[in-house]
């Protein structure tokens, strides 16, 4: 399909007026192309020379409008660091319609009705992490939004200094936030609620529309796939960093990439944001907040469903997250079947390399070849009692298995990723990029779209982070 020949809908717009505010897209000078993503525009039916047009980078840019587009910002309220702002809505984000059920999405294209005396900008820094970490997540497996290309320009944007102005095309399959109906439960709108809840039940969850009790099922889902998705998040060492609720997806995909970091060295209580001075987003507290914010959803729906039940149901999540994560780490640590004890398993082992400056993605990487001989591993540690400790009962635990050791190494190569995007890869696309070379975002973005492949030319990348990026805290408008 060319660019001329797509049709866009804006299925939001039916919504009542208070949900949205129309506005169009406000052109960078001078922009220019810095990568497309192949496979999304494949799965969009995009033909794959349009990438390369200059309409395409005018598409993302805002000065070119498919048929049928009526750009607008939504709006919705949330819980920032636990204190509710009951205004906030899309103050760089610009929607400009839907294809075959994806919205389309210009993150840094202007300033809408919600900036809040904000320039509406995103710089090329946070463009470049967003529009990687969205495909790195794909790339496991986790859900998530997704990009489908990202520009440049020349204009210059002030965020902590002077920096150049970019643009990511974001692509997701809903944009409703916890704080979405948070926005109407506070300001005791219940047509305005009633009518988006009903919407992302169409939206996401159709089938839900034959149920008598829709809202009840509803929270029960969000619930079950938010317990799910951020059990993803801790298998793999993510840590998001602004688990606000207006960063919290209805439909339970991964949004809103800011200060995020996968894990160096093993650490509960690491903190991505060093705007989290008392560490309540830290990468520990990930299943807790969670949680926390589903009760604030909980609140919101109470309008149209009994709170009481609501919290009755989710009394389930920590069930639901621990059974989930149980599973996942089983398959890291190549186990399989669940086992009485294999919880206390995972524990011991994340209570051993604590403090022992041990890489997470690399341990797991390298338990994945695993033979009983304990050199390789023990080379990972600072100290080797607490990894020996552990690894008597894993060798125990192994006995148990009904695969071969073979078996067991090659499953466990695809679910523990050779390369996780570390900030100090980002920070070296960054740096490359500023100077006008764009080569390590491509080599990075090849990366992750297959992390578990062995990209041997990669190599330097698939190590322990060195000891002068470890750990590295960012900011919110990273």
Same mark, same amino acid.
């Given at each position: 399909m060319k660019l001329e020949d797509i049709k866009l809908t804006n299925p939001y717009l039916n919504m009542p007026s208070l949900c949205y505010d129309r506005v169009k897209p406000s052109p960078l000078n001078h922009p220019f192309l810095i990568h497309a993503n192949i &496979?999304?525009?494949?799965? *969009?039916?995009? &033909?794959?020379?349009?990438?390369?047009?200059?309409?395409?980078?005018?598409? @993302? $840019?805002?000065?070119?409008?498919?048929?049928?587009?009526?750009?607008?910002?939504?709006?919705y309220a949330g819980h920032q660091f636990g204190y509710f702002v009951e205004r906030l809505g899309d103050g760089r984000a610009i929607n400009i319609g839907t294809l075959d059920g994806y919205h389309l999405q210009l993150k840094g294209a202007g300033p809408t009705l919600y900036s809040r005396s904000g320039d509406g900008r995103a710089v090329l820094r946070s463009s470049i992490r967003e529009y990687l970490m969205s495909e790195t997540m794909h790339g496991l497996s986790i859900p998530t939004t997704r990009a489908l290309g990202l520009i440049g320009s020349r204009q210059d944007v002030y965020r902590e200094d002077w920096e150049k102005g970019a643009v990511v095309l974001r692509v997701s399959p809903s944009w409703i936030r916890f704080g979405t109906l948070e926005y109407f439960a506070h300001n005791k709108r219940p047509d305005e609620l009633t009518a988006v809840v009903d919407y992302a039940i169409n939206e996401s969850y159709p089938y839900l529309n034959d149920e008598q009790n829709k809202y009840q099922k509803l929270f029960e889902i969000v619930t079950e796939k938010t317990a799910k998705l951020?059990?993803?998040?801790?298998?793999?060492?993510?840590? %998001?960093?602004?688990?606000?609720?207006?960063?919290?997806?209805?439909?339970?995909?991964?949004?809103?990439?800011?200060?995020?970091?996968?894990?160096?060295?093993?650490?509960?209580?690491?903190?991505?944001? %060093?705007?989290?001075?008392?560490?309540?987003?830290?990468?520990?507290?990930?299943?807790?907040?969670?949680?926390?914010?589903?009760?604030?959803?909980?609140?919101?729906l109470a309008p149209l469903n009994d709170i009481e039940t609501m919290r $009755?149901?989710?009394?389930?999540?920590?069930?639901?997250?621990? $059974?989930?994560?149980?599973?996942?780490?089983?398959?890291?640590?190549?186990l399989d079947s669940t086992l009485k004890g294999d919880d206390?398993?995972?524990?011991? *082992?994340?209570?051993? @390399?604590?403090?022992?400056?041990?890489?997470?993605?690399?341990?797991?990487?390298?338990?994945?070849?695993?033979?009983?001989?304990?050199?390789?591993?023990?080379?990972?540690? *600072?100290?080797?009692?607490?990894?020996?400790?552990?690894?008597?009962?894993?060798?125990?635990?192994?006995?148990? $298995?009904?695969?071969?050791?073979?078996?067991r190494h090659t499953e466990m190569l695809v679910v523990n990723p050779k390369y996780v995007l570390k900030n100090y890869m980002l920070q070296e696309a960054i740096d490359a990029a500023n100077n006008g070379d764009f080569s390590i975002v491509e080599a990075l973005f090849q990366i992750v779209q297959n992390p578990f492949d062995e990209h041997i030319e990669h190599d330097r990348w698939a190590g322990a982070t060195p000891e002068i990026f470890k750990n590295k805290k960012l900011s919110c408008s990273s």
């Open positions: &496979d999304l525009a494949k799965e *969009l039916n995009i &033909d794959e020379s349009e990438l390369e047009s200059s309409e395409f980078v005018k598409l @993302i $840019n805002g000065s070119y409008s498919p048929s049928g587009s009526d750009p607008f910002a939504s709006c951020i059990a993803a998040w801790q298998s793999v060492g993510f840590n %998001h960093g602004v688990m606000n609720t207006d960063n919290m997806s209805i439909a339970g995909l991964t949004i809103d990439y800011g200060p995020y970091a996968f894990l160096d060295d093993y650490d509960a209580g690491y903190i991505c944001n %060093h705007t989290d001075s008392h560490g309540r987003y830290s990468f520990g507290n990930q299943p807790h907040i969670g949680e926390w914010n589903l009760a604030a959803l909980a609140y919101a $009755n149901s989710l009394t389930r999540y920590n069930q639901i997250f621990k $059974n989930e994560y149980t599973r996942l780490m089983n398959k890291k640590l190549g206390e398993l995972i524990s011991h *082992l994340l209570r051993a @390399i604590q403090g022992l400056s041990v890489d997470y993605t690399l341990l797991f990487r390298t338990l994945s070849r695993y033979d009983c001989n304990r050199e390789e591993v023990l080379k990972l540690c *600072l100290y080797h009692t607490p990894m020996n400790d552990w690894l008597d009962i894993y060798d125990e635990r192994l006995t148990n $298995n009904k695969t071969t050791q073979s078996q």
